[in-house]
């Protein structure tokens, strides 16, 4: 056999296979040929792009020791109390409103998530309002202090944070620490992590950088939990950047939520599955959990303080391994359950067919659809913003506002409905955080903190 009849069966075969497996997945029918072409006109590059980017959560199902997603089954039963009373719940909260019955039971479902209703909840606006409330609950904290940052950089902010929580574990406090080893790329120094080693705080990256066939898996995660109690999550990352602007830009725009009482134990399970995930230390004891203990979380009859509310919410994951893109589907199912209006907020806006097919149609439908983005990206990462104004241009064609945020970075990601349901979280609307991105977001089911994301809304409206 010749050399070029050898290459020719070589790569006629290669293309049977590789078509054959991209068939058998089942994907949808243009990710499918997008695939097939891929593979045959780049066959080695092709295959190390699906390798990066390409895999879905069957590329994980061989992985018997991970503990993925399913939050349900890992720490079943230590919120046993919650689960059982999830019916009775849901059933209670519809006679409020039919569309939180649906989205709370699609929330249950796909990503199996509790539904929490002893909460106090405050929408904090601004790392000028979010880092002094998480340091405050930091000094104060008797037990346990876990956080799980996408971005950790060493810095003026950073270095006070440090010796934070070196102070509390000289006081006895149990203090973890996870970071995206690509997010913190060339920000988090050794020297930073030596300093933490040798102070008692024990820190991990949520994966090895070096791990090729998991580099494009990044998790993308906020969170912060004190005493099992307090919780923290949203869009803000820690550095001195979400403070002063840095390098690129005035300032940052950006939004959190602090969670106390059952959805902070929910955070904490979040945190104890990636802390296992990286680790493989299992943390899962009663005692780590008192909000869901006799003792409680504050009582709903008391007065809630400034800024805060009583609310039920349900904390949503989703991640390249998850059964299905939980995420995703919650902003279908907000944005074709509106009303009246849709107000969003995203730094990226690269959308797959269908959260576009939504905003098009609620638009079409004469719902009132703001869409909020940052005008421009840090440095010289401009690529994914004018990648952007082909799907906005899009959104507005179908009857969309669309406005682009210019006093700074508009790092929020939010989205609201009639004043009634929000979300609030680390999922930006693109098609990464999606698909491949380990997310979370907090969806609350309360008309007043809906309407005071939405008033927020109405005051960034004037800096675009």
Request: net charge neutral.
């Amino acid at each position: 056999m010749t050399w070029t009849a050898a290459i020719g069966w070589f790569f006629a075969a290669y293309a049977l296979l590789t078509g054959i497996f991209i068939l058998l997945e089942n994907r949808r029918p243009q990710a499918t040929l997008a695939w097939i072409l891929l593979f045959l006109t780049l066959p080695i590059i092709g295959l190390g792009i699906y390798v990066l980017f390409g895999r879905d959560r069957k590329a994980f199902s061989r992985q018997s020791k991970l503990a993925r997603q399913n939050l349900h089954g890992t720490a079943a039963p230590l919120i046993e109390q919650l689960l059982a009373g999830q019916d009775a719940e849901i059933s209670r909260l519809e006679t409020q409103s039919p569309v939180r019955r649906r989205l709370m039971s699609l929330v249950r479902r796909n990503s199996h998530s509790v539904l929490t209703t002893r909460n106090r909840v405050a929408i904090q606006q601004d790392a000028s309002t979010f880092y002094p409330h998480l340091m405050e609950d930091l000094r104060t904290a008797q037990r346990s202090i876990y956080l799980q940052f996408y971005t950790w950089a060493d810095d003026a902010f950073t270095r006070e944070l440090k010796a934070i929580l070196i102070e509390r574990v000289a006081q006895g406090v149990e203090v973890r620490l996870l970071y995206d080893p690509f997010g913190s790329l060339f920000r988090l120094t050794r020297r930073y992590k030596r300093e933490l080693s040798r102070g008692g705080v024990q820190w991990a990256p949520v994966s090895a950088l070096y791990w090729l066939h998991t580099i494009s898996y990044r998790n993308h995660r906020k969170i912060a939990v004190i005493d099992g109690r307090v919780g923290y999550t949203g869009g803000m990352n820690i550095g001195q950047e979400h403070l002063d602007g840095g390098p690129s830009f005035d300032r940052w725009r950006d939004t959190q939520v602090r969670l106390e009482g059952e959805a902070a134990a929910v955070l904490q399970v979040v945190f104890l599955v990636d802390w296992y995930n990286a680790t493989a230390e299992d943390l899962f004891t009663p005692d780590r959990f008192p909000s869901l203990a006799n003792e409680g979380p504050p009582s709903t009859t008391e007065e809630p303080r400034a800024g805060d509310a009583y609310a039920p919410v349900q904390i949503l994951t989703s991640g390249p391994d998850s059964e299905w893109r939980a995420i995703r589907q919650l902003y279908f199912a907000i944005i074709m359950a509106a009303q009246h209006r849709v107000r969003l907020q995203t730094p990226f806006f690269i959308l797959d067919a269908t959260i576009a097919e939504a905003l098009r149609a609620a638009a079409l439908a004469g719902i009132v659809v703001d869409v909020m983005v940052s005008d421009r990206g840090e440095g010289l990462n401009q690529t994914p913003y004018w990648a952007a104004n082909t799907y906005l241009a899009e959104v507005a064609a179908a009857g969309a506002r669309v406005h682009m945020y210019g006093k700074g970075y508009l790092h929020a990601k939010t989205l609201s409905i009639d004043g009634e349901v929000c979300s609030i979280g680390s999922a930006n609307l693109d098609i990464r955080s999606f698909s491949i991105n380990y997310e979370l977001n907090a969806v609350i089911y309360d008309a007043r903190l809906a309407q005071e994301l939405e008033a927020a809304f109405e005051r960034d409206l004037g800096d675009c």
